[in-house]
């Protein structure tokens, strides 16, 4: 079985700092690993995805994601926030019958 | 041109009604999901289908269907509507040993 905890429900940023959502998962075998991200009454887009290539995995809107084993984790980062990046974001772990197994979200707001 | 999608957008309806959604992929994909994401964001997957076949039926109540008429569909038919099915619900598609899930717009189901 495979699960994700996303450490934080709302992250606030201003416009042009960085960003950091977090993400741990667990599970019994090398997963695969998604960040996706939902605008307000949108659907599900794909930000970047981690399948046992490189650890640092790098995304759409200049997202990326690094995945570190020996910490279980899939923090996803973004050097410089924009208004646009205000969004849900899901990290996802993908289990043994390719079912998604998502997180609880983190909302992130960015201030002007 | 849109890859994975869904009809309707929105469904509104009164508790014990009979409706389905629609949901299409033009992506040639082999195996299609259905996802309900609840009113605190969750998403929880509830059916798989591959090649018209159920793989993946999680713990959903039966007056839940899905019916797969041919492997670029994968329509959900809920009997007896209940208030706790407000949900939006969110069709996705991967293709044969593909890692990633498209998903499509959303259907926001609310029921009265």
């Known amino acids: 079985a495979q699960s994700v905890t996303q450490l934080d429900s709302h992250v606030s940023v201003s416009e042009g700092t960085p960003v950091l959502l977090r993400c741990n998962y667990s599970?019994?075998?090398?997963?695969?690993l998604f960040w996706y991200v939902q605008h307000p009454n949108k659907g599900l887009q794909l930000l970047l995805k981690y399948t046992s290539a490189a650890t640092l995995v790098k995304g759409i809107n200049g997202f990326e994601a690094e995945f570190k084993k020996s910490e279980t984790s899939f923090h996803l980062t973004k050097p410089s926030a924009h208004m646009s990046d205000a969004a849900e974001y899901f990290c996802v772990v993908q289990g043994s019958a390719r079912q998604l197994t998502f997180g609880s979200g983190t909302q992130l707001t960015v201030l002007p | 041109d849109t890859a994975v999608s869904q009809t309707p957008k929105y469904l509104v309806t009164q508790m014990g009604n009979d409706k389905s959604i629609k949901c299409e992929q033009n992506?040639?994909?082999?195996?299609m999901y259905w996802y309900k994401q609840d009113s605190k964001k969750f998403l929880k997957i509830m059916f798989s289908?591959?090649?018209?076949?159920?793989?993946i039926n999680e713990t959903v109540p039966n007056r839940f269907s899905p019916k797969s008429p041919d492997k670029a569909h994968l329509n959900l038919h809920i009997n007896s509507l209940e208030l706790g099915d407000s949900a939006v619900y969110f069709c996705?598609?991967?293709?044969?040993?593909?890692?990633?899930?498209?998903f499509g717009p959303g259907t926001r189901l609310l029921v009265l």
């Open positions: 992506l040639g994909h082999d195996t």
């Open positions: 599970s019994s075998y090398s997963p695969s």
């Open positions: 289908y591959n090649n018209k076949e159920l793989i």
């Open positions: 996705a598609s991967r293709a044969l040993g593909g890692e990633t899930q498209y």
